[in-house]
């Protein structure tokens, strides 16, 4: 199983860059380039523990739809969410947020399982686990551009 672990240090509170990385709004917009958007469930504000959400965003040129729910939520340190239906076969996405002087700094560890087996494996190590790391240093940097703006 692919775990990719991407740490970034953030000029704002803690709270600030929580309420960000949770918000449904703001995760439409840092990932505009993928016609990213909440379809069901929870589709706007910020999401809560035991709540869920369906976005429908295009990668590699299909539309796809995935819902994932907040399973573990401690305030404002770290939430998990974690994929109900998809085009994985699994994934867990750990969000740790922590106070370091006057900086946040964000954790993301996101695991995941492609299903097909050895066709699945083979796309991990050909594109997927790459593709899936820029994603998320995509998304965290319009994140810190966000949280530094404030």
Known sequence: ?????????????????????????????????????????????????????TWEATHFGVKQQLTSKITVFESPNYFVD??????????????????????????DVFSFESPYGLLGKLANWLFLKKYMTNLLITRNTFLKEQAESV
């Open 1 to 53: 199983m692919p775990k990719i672990e991407i740490n970034m240090l953030v000029n704002a509170g803690v709270k600030t860059c929580f309420d960000l990385a949770r918000n449904i709004d703001f995760h439409k917009e840092s990932l505009k380039h993928s016609n990213e958007k909440a379809v069901a469930g929870k589709t706007s504000g910020l999401i809560e523990l035991g709540e869920w959400v």
């Open 82 to 107: 974690e994929m109900v239906s998809g085009a994985f076969k699994s994934f867990r996405h750990e969000h740790y947020f922590q106070k370091i002087g006057n900086t946040t700094k964000i954790t």
